[in-house]
């Protein structure tokens, strides 16, 4: 897959609104670190923003599409269109603040994603039940971001994102076998 990236406005918004507002003290510590290494308290916050955004974004369009193409595979008939919910992804990030070899801090941020994927206009081409080329196909890609704050398992993680558009790509552009 090449340059293949989900819409980071989104993202970037929801992350930035989750360090600032309603669950500011989880990434207090972590900031803390942040402006210790001379950033400042604005250049602080916006790594760690730029830092969560870049590293979700990443894990939700690699993981989106890798599921989706690993499903189309084990399909016998593959239509122009389709929809597809792939499982949810569980992104995290881990920040770990070293002096030397020795660990002097470390912490884990949890998201769940749900998402829907609509694939349009798609011909594919298929060797042995296995996809060896894409021709055409559209594919867009809604989600539901939440938080899960330090742990994966939280029955009830906060919301950040509902439904959103985070990707609209041309398969036969990005996808390369």
């Known amino acids: 897959m090449e340059h293949a990236n989900v819409n980071p406005e989104e993202i970037d918004k929801a992350v930035n609104d989750l360090v600032t507002g309603t669950h500011q003290d989880d990434f207090r510590e972590i900031g803390a670190w942040f402006v210790k290494t001379g950033l400042g308290e604005t250049g602080a916050r916006e790594k ?16 989106i599409v890798q599921v989706t193409l ?26 770990i603040v070293k002096s030397g070899a020795l660990d002097v801090w470390t912490t884990t941020y949890w998201f769940k994603v749900t998402s829907k994927v609509v694939l349009d206009n ?56």
């Open 48 to 63: 760690l923003v730029n830092e969560l955004s870049t590293r979700i974004s990443k894990e939700i369009s690699g993981g």
């Open 70 to 95: 690993q499903e189309l595979e084990g399909e016998r008939e593959i239509k122009a269109k389709c929809e597809q919910q792939p499982p949810d992804l569980y992104p995290h990030i881990d920040f």
């Open 122 to 177: 798609v011909e594919i081409t298929m060797k042995k039940n296995q996809i060896t080329g894409i021709k055409s196909g559209i594919m867009q890609v809604f989600i539901t971001l939440a938080y899960c704050g330090h742990d994966r398992g939280n029955p009830k993680p906060f919301s950040l994102l509902k439904n959103k558009k985070v990707i609209d790509m041309d398969l036969a552009k990005v996808v390369r076998f």
